[in-house]
Each structure stands twice: as C-alpha cells, then as structure tokens.
C-alpha cells in the first residue's frame, strides 16, 4: 500500500483546493481495512477518479483513500446480464470489457472516467433517467467496508444501501458491486438532433419525446447568452441504441459492430489564459454551435463514445476555465415547477453568465437513495468560470429559488452550498445523520463537503 502527501487536491472543477491530505493507495481489501483504520484524527474519504466536480472526495489534512487500484472484473454473466466487479474499476474499463459481449452500462453520465464506487457513491444519472432511473437502481448488491472494520454485503431495500446509494462516500467504502446491463446489439447510437427556438419550444419537444417513447436518452443543450425572443434557444439531441438492421451490409461497421474505439485529442494545455471563455468567446461559441445544428436531421450513427462522452477525446478539458477553474452548478425543481425553472433560466440570462455547456434533461420518478439528486421534474446543469465578479452572491441567491420551489442541488457537482438549506432540498437528510451517527460514532468517513454542510 503506497502512501503520499497530495497538496493541492481539487475536485474536477478546480475550485476550493485543500492541502496537506495523506493519499493512500490500497491494493488489496486487507490494505483497504488497514487504510480505514489508519485514517488518523481527521478521518478519511474514499476517492476514484476524481471527477466529482467539487470538494466532495477531498479532506484537508486528512486521509484520502484512492481506491483505482482495486479495479479487477471479477465476474460477468453474459446469459443474465450482470457484472460483478471491485469498486475502482472505470466505466471505461468495463464498457471495453462489456461491449464486445453485447453488454452496456445500464446508466452512464457525461463521462466514462468515472469509477464504480464513485457511480454508486454519488447515484449518478444520465440522460435516460425517466427509463431507467439512477446508478443504484440498477444494483444487485455491494460490498462495504464501515468504520468498524467489518465488510457488509448490502443489498436494495435497507436502510443502509439507501444510505449508502447517493451517500457521498460517508457510510464507509464500497469495495464491490454486482449489478444490471443493458443488451446492445451494436456499439453505435441512432440520433436525431433538432433545434429548438426557445425554452417553451425545448420544453414541449422533452416532454413530447418522454411520452412517446421513441428515444431512450435526450438532452437540450442550451444558449444561455440568448435572450428576447431567443431565450433558451437549443438543440435537442436524442438518441437509442442501433440495432444491426440499421448498418449497411457492407460497412467496416457490420463486420465489427461492437468495437469500441473512442478517439482522443491532444490535452488541454497546463496553463491556459484567464477569461478564455468568457461572455464573447462563449457567444461566438454558442452561435455557431446553435447555427450548425441541423433543423432536423433523423437516424444519424454515432459512435458510443461520441454521443455520450465527448468532451472525454480531449484530457484535462477542465484547464480550458484557467487556474480558477469553473463550477458546475446543477439543480432540480419538480413537476409542476415549470414557472419556477424558467424564472431561474431568465436570472441566469440577465446575469451573463458564460456557459458553454448547459444542459436541461427530464428526471422520471426518484431514486431511493436518500441523498440521491434525482426527482421528477426538470434538472439544469451549466459551467461558470470563477472569475465573474459577485458569482458566489449570486448562486446562492439561486439556490434560494430552487428550494422555495421544492427543489435540490446536486451535491457531486456542489462545492459552496449553504448548510442551512440543505435539509429544504433533501428531506431525509435526518435520517441520515441518524444512521451515520449509529454507523461511525467516531467520525471516521468524513470529507471537506460533509465538514462544510455538517451532514
């Protein structure tokens, strides 16, 4: 087991770095138990890859136990459509391993650099939650290692796996996992891609789509540069699975239809100008990018890795928001909150905010973990670089709508939300604090998120 001191650690948006964390590199279950209770007066966190966008996998002056080394397939049944497999495994390892059986994640967010346990840990979501739900819906068991130092075999349906599904690493450190896949016969994705002329327009068209059926994943890329007339202006992809039927019969793609190639660019530079992206840059950005979409376009075939992952051909995107990095703010109001969504859209358009990557995506119903993002309704999401001038005020002022209208922030994307609206927006967050208190007396699993929301 290696040992080091990680200074500065940052979430992927590069904001709230914290110093002088002990990293450690368990490889096996008995050097995980050893890391736990090792952990020292400030406690430990477990971390993957580190793509949670804020602070919610890192510990000042604690320990932070990386668990990429415990990475191993252990298991898959390819008649029933399961993968067991050690929680440090990557998305991307596993749909390698996956697509050539006709296998996929049955949920997969913006990026495939994303470990098990961390997709388990955070309950992520993706966009065919209304179909599918989250991450641990799709869970057949876990394996946890609790302060104590026992390793539990947790299934759905208790109090701990729901703790633990959307937990943020606090209920202890999920070693394994079995869970679901979804049958593909071919590693391509059928999209259609339309645009939308404004927010009312994109809403319709995602509700239209989630009634019929027809597409398992969509998602609306807004401008939120555009106003007047213009305002949430979009285009609005969605797409599902090609079937074979669907390649031509002479195409490299028949003879080969579950290879998985995703391209790669050259990195993002170490250091990148401040203010690269900001309110001009991003304008001429979003113009062409709504200019360029096709008005209707049906049936294009994309690679998996293009549909999905894009943003994952280029390493260190991240860089492109400066040393100051960006937040990525994501929220959720329910059904029947349509007026408070557009309000908050309006706020968001007079301020100028400089997003390049805004997302609106429809939720289905809720998930059962009781910290987990998901609820029915309308969730959007948007990059900001740190440098704007008054930004903190601002979303805090913005999480004041989402929770007078019954909504939430989402807390693997969060690094500066207040602790006193946080019982507002997940309601169980008691009976969380209970159950840990029970689990960890002595405060073992701890994070600079659970410090700062005194969760």
Known sequence: MSAEIADPVTGWGRTAPTAAARLVRPRSYEETVR???????RGG?????????????????????????????????????????????????????????GWFLPVTPGTRQVTVGGAIGSDIHGGNHPASGSFSRHVLSLDLLTSDGDIRTVIPGTP???ATAGG????????????????????????????????????????ASECR??????????????????????????????????????????????????????????????????????????????????RRRTGELQPISAFFHPLDGMPHWNRLYGRGGFVRYQFVVGDGQEDALIRIVRRIVRRGCPSLLA?????????????????????????????RTGLGPFLDELDEDVAAAGGRVCLAKDSRLRPELLAAMYP?????????????PRGVFVSDLSRRLSI
């Open 35 to 41: 890391a736990v209770r090792d952990c020292g007066t």
């Open 45 to 101: 966190i477990p971390r993957g890859l580190g793509r949670a966008y804020g602070d919610a996998a890192q510990n000042a002056g604690g320990s932070l136990i990386d668990m990429t080394a415990l990475d191993r397939v252990v298991r898959v049944d390819a008649q029933a459509g399961t993968v067991a497999c050690e929680a440090g495994i990557s998305l991307q390892r596993l749909m390698e391993v996956l697509l050539p059986l």
């Open 160 to 162: 701990l796996f729901e």
């Open 168 to 207: 943020m690493g606090l209920t202890g450190v999920i070693l394994a996992a079995t869970f679901r896949l979804h049958r593909v016969e071919t590693s391509l994705m059928s999209v259609d891609t339309e645009r939308a002329s404004d927010l009312d327009d994109l809403m319709a068209r995602l509700t």
């Open 213 to 294: 059926h027809r597409h398992r994943y969509s998602a609306g890329w807004l401008d939120l540069l555009a106003s007047g007339s213009s305002l949430g202006r979009a285009v609005l992809t969605r797409g599902e699975h090609a079937p074979l039927a669907a390649l031509s019969a002479r195409s490299t793609a028949r003879r080969q239809p579950l290879a998985f190639r995703p391209g790669r660019l050259p990195g993002a530079p170490s250091y990148v100008p401040e203010g690269l992206l900001g309110r001009t840059t991003v304008g001429l950005l979003n113009e062409l990018w709504y200019r360029r979409a096709p």
């Open 359 to 387: 997302l609106l995506k429809r939720f289905g119903a809720g998930d059962p973990g009781w910290l987990s993002f998901p609820m029915a309704g309308w969730t959007l999401s948007l990059d900001i670089p740190t440098g």
């Open 428 to 440: 169980r967050l008691d009976e969380f604090r209970a159950l840990r208190a029970e689990l960890d």
